[in-house]
Nanobody
Framework: QVQLVQSGGGLVQAGGSLRLTCVVSGLPFSRYTMGWFRQAPGKEREFVAGITWSDGSTYYGDSVKGRFAISMDYAKNTMFLQMNNLTSEDTAVYYC????????????WGQGTQVSVSS
């Protein structure tokens, strides 16, 4: 059974930092790409960051480059999203997700966690 269990998030002032965690189980990790997405009220879901499990290569959405960092703890099958210099534009529900490396769409999703940034 595939599970992506998120934790972290909450309320922070503008300029502050938060870290999100996603514990992954039931996936053949070497064949998967993992990522973070977010969705703000009234907006479409937005890609935030991705990481290829096999070699650790990372990539980011333009709006978070230089401020957010995605990483993994291989020993604990855990993915992180470190978010720095947050602004009100970062307020959204954040989701971790996974897709087979040959697939286009993400097929497995975490439960979502709210990040709210006060200005």
């Amino acid at each position: 059974q595939v599970q992506l269990v998120q934790s972290g998030g909450g309320l922070v002032q503008a300029g502050g930092s938060l870290r999100l965690t996603c514990v992954v189980s039931g996936l053949p990790f070497s064949r998967y790409t993992m990522g973070w997405f977010r969705q703000a009220p009234g907006k479409e879901r937005e890609f935030v960051a991705g990481i290829t499990w096999s070699d650790g290569s990372t990539y980011y959405g333009d709006s978070v480059k230089g401020r957010f960092a995605i990483s993994m703890d291989y020993a604990k099958n855990t993915m992180f999203l470190q978010m720095n210099n947050l602004t009100s534009e970062d307020t959204a529900v954040y989701y971790c997700a996974g897709r087979h490396r040959a697939a286009v769409d993400y097929s497995h999703w975490g439960q979502g966690t709210q990040v709210s940034v006060s200005s």
